[in-house]
């Protein structure tokens, strides 16, 4: 098992666009969360997915979308970007139910 | 609402000396406590929790609820202990409660 993935690595794109990141969760596990990592700060939760639904929600614009699929592998996505929105983002899975949240690599994105 | 404070951003100390990285939280009910930490080059990865009592790598870490702290202690460090330390609380095991909230971590530099 691979664990958590991202795709991709890293990302490029610049003020006004939009973009997806990519994340699938490890083997078992049901519920993906995200989490936007601003440099020099720690891990900040955007949302939550299970069973297809978004379930909670942090405190971010509604610019930040996301999407479940039936294999539990999850979408973010951003539009309109702003300079602000460079950041490391990081999927994590767990099981519903289950005590510990597992970490993707992390896809950094940069807005210039 | 729920927040984690890490009052220092880095800790510098010889090998053999003993680490204490500091952690406060507020939360109105009964949190769960968590240390995550990033080794260079690494995801970021469960340490330890509090409801686990365990002891990991040398690690432990007690929750006070008097003073809503969960600081991390290791009596004598090593070198392989650098790397970035962050504490985390979430409201509850699964649901909707499940979300992490993070401190802004510490670096732990531990020198020969």
């Known amino acids: 098992d691979a664990g958590v993935t991202q795709s991709p690595t890293h990302l490029i794109k610049t003020r006004g666009q939009q973009v997806t990141l990519r994340c699938s969760p490890k083997s078992g596990h049901d519920t993906v969360s995200w989490y936007q990592q601003a440099l020099g700060q720690g891990p900040q939760f955007i949302f939550q997915y299970y069973e297809e639904e978004e379930r909670q929600r942090g405190n971010f614009p509604d610019r930040f979308s996301g999407h479940q699929f039936p294999n539990y592998s999850s979408e973010l996505n951003v539009n309109a970007l702003l300079l602000g929105d460079s950041a490391l983002y990081l999927c994590?899975?767990?099981?519903?139910?289950?005590?510990?949240?597992?970490f993707g690599p992390g896809t950094r994105l940069t807005v210039l | 609402a729920q927040r984690v404070t890490q009052p220092e951003k880095l800790l510098s100390v010889f090998k053999g000396a003993p680490v204490e990285l500091k952690c406060n939280y507020s939360y109105s009910g009964s949190p769960e406590l968590f240390w995550y930490v990033q080794y260079s080059r690494q995801r970021l990865q469960l340490l330890l929790r509090?409801?686990s009592r365990e002891s990991i790598k040398g690690f432990t870490a007690d929750l006070n609820k008097g003073e809503t702290s969960f600081h991390l202690k290791k009596p004598f460090a090593q070198e392989e202990d650098s790397a970035m330390y962050y504490c985390a609380l979430r409201g509850g095991r699964g649901g909707a409660n499940s979300k992490l909230t993070f401190g802004k971590g510490i670096t732990l530099s531990v020198r020969p």
């Open positions: 994590a899975s767990s099981l519903e139910w289950g005590n510990e949240q597992f």
């Open positions: 509090h409801i």
